[in-house]
């Protein structure tokens, strides 16, 4: 089965994702700028969670690009991928509306952390739909990105339960570690659009 169905629901969803977040950012009391130090953390950790989405559309549509086979299980390994990235807009709300309070940005990192490993479900889902000619195995590599965020985020979770607001650094390390651009996926696409 052809991925555009699923390209075209998944890209959807994350437009909502992206809305929904945008929405529930406090529009300051007065007209002054002074006034924006109220919404200063909302817009912060709204910024964070907007980059997240990002780099997860922006290396979905690369990954999509090189899938030929799409069954089943890759449909619902996607859908597992979008409840985790779904969530997005509940975490962060919580953590700004509670101040960077602990167990929200515990929460916040987990939510970080199952996407990552919802993430990495649907590569291996694609990898086996695709069997050993697929080319996405050939395009990843070593994915050292991928492997290393995980630890990043449970540093980042542990942080949060011991002194909470601190673990935003790991959170945002792995959101600009991961903003420079992966050009594993584009490069074999470009190389093999060149030889077709």
Do not use: C
């Not at 509670?98 to 479900?121: D, E, F, H, M, S």
Request: aromatic share 12%.
């Amino acid at each position: 089965m052809r991925t555009s169905r699923l390209e075209a629901f998944s890209d959807g969803v994350l437009a909502i994702v992206i809305t929904v977040m945008v929405l529930e950012l406090h529009v300051p009391d007065g007209p002054h700028l002074s006034d924006l130090a109220d919404s200063a953390t909302g817009f912060l950790t709204y910024l964070l969670s907007f980059v997240y989405v990002g780099i997860y559309w922006n290396n979905h549509h690369h990954m999509f690009q090189l899938v030929r086979r799409v069954d089943g299980r890759v449909l619902w390994a996607n859908l597992h991928l979008l409840f985790w990235l779904t969530l997005f807009p509940f975490t962060t709300a919580w953590i700004d509306e509670t101040g960077l309070a602990r167990v929200p940005l515990v929460v916040y990192g987990i939510n970080l952390l199952a996407a990552a490993v919802a993430y990495y479900v649907l590569e291996l889902t694609i990898l086996r739909a695709e069997g050993d000619d697929g080319v996405l195995r050939e395009a990843l590599g070593s994915d050292l990105k991928g492997k290393a965020s995980p630890f990043l985020y449970l540093i980042g979770i542990t942080i949060a339960a011991l002194w909470g607001w601190p673990a935003l650094v790991p959170f945002t390390v792995v959101a600009v570690m991961w903003l420079v651009p992966d050009r594993r996926m584009e490069e074999y696409v470009a190389r093999h659009e060149l030889s077709d």
